[in-house]
């Protein structure tokens, strides 16, 4: 199955600021999906992305605040723009291949 | 919209011992595909066992298996001779089977049950 390298694991940053959280896949997916995790607790979903067109937001979550990228079939990027505390959380990504589900490892955020 | 409820937030066991976590879930779809993920420490999320609506016979994988109701539309997994490793979140998933008015194969995660295991 396929491998997902998300990176960073971890940051700390400052409110105001935007972080970058990469999911590179070592084998082509067809979708991409964005979650926010926080800690103990279940998954949120974000965003579906599809290569070349534009994501699908769930209810509460905007593109300005949580812009994504989707350049190929084996990257994407969210950005977490403009953080306030309340973004920290577990960010994690999840591929789909037709055959299944493949997840990063996720990326612990903190905003201070 | 469906929806996936996990009514026990956390469960314990002794190692060797069964436990049974449960899983219910709301929808007017009648095909459908439900997941357990194992989530450890690590965050990376494992398949347990993949269960697809329209077969009647439950779903195994080795000491795991599933009890699907699907009038009752509940999805309980049994873990038979716990081990230590087996101490992780759980969680139970709902993917619609095709794309009803767009839902691009996303799951839907139940809260999660966090399973302790004792020796």
Same mark, same amino acid.
């Given at each position: ?47 579906? =992305?599809?290569?070349?067109?534009? =994501? ?11 812009? +994504? ?44 | ?57 439950? =779903? ?18 049994? +873990? ?40």
């Amino acid at each position: 199955s396929a491998v997902i390298s998300q990176k960073p694991s971890r940051d700390i940053c400052q409110r105001g600021t935007s972080l970058t959280i990469q999911c590179q896949v070592d084998s082509q997916v067809t979708m991409m999906f964005w979650y926010r995790q926080q800690p103990g607790q279940s998954l949120t979903l974000i965003a579906t =992305a599809n290569q070349g067109s534009e =994501a699908t937001y769930e209810s509460g979550f905007v593109i300005d605040k949580f812009p +994504i990228s989707r350049p190929n079939l084996t990257f994407s990027t969210l950005t977490v723009s403009n953080m306030s505390p309340e973004d920290s959380s577990i960010y994690l990504c999840s591929g789909y291949t037709g055959n299944g589900y493949t997840f990063g490892s996720g990326t612990r955020l903190t905003v201070v | 919209a469906q929806t996936v409820t996990q009514s026990q937030p956390e469960m314990s066991v002794q190692e060797a011992e069964t436990v049974t976590l449960s899983c219910t879930y709301d929808t007017s779809e009648s095909d459908y595909y439900l997941f357990w993920y194992k989530q450890p420490p690590s965050r990376q999320m494992i398949l347990v066992i993949r269960q697809e609506a329209y077969k009647q016979q439950n =779903a195994t994988e080795n000491r795991f298996s599933v009890n699907f109701q699907k009038a009752a539309k509940s999805f309980s997994l049994k +873990i038979s001779d716990s081990q230590l490793g087996d101490a992780a979140m759980y969680f139970c998933a709902y993917r619609s089977r095709e794309n009803y008015g767009g839902a691009t194969n996303k799951l839907i995660f139940g809260t999660g049950t966090l399973l302790a295991v004792q020796p």
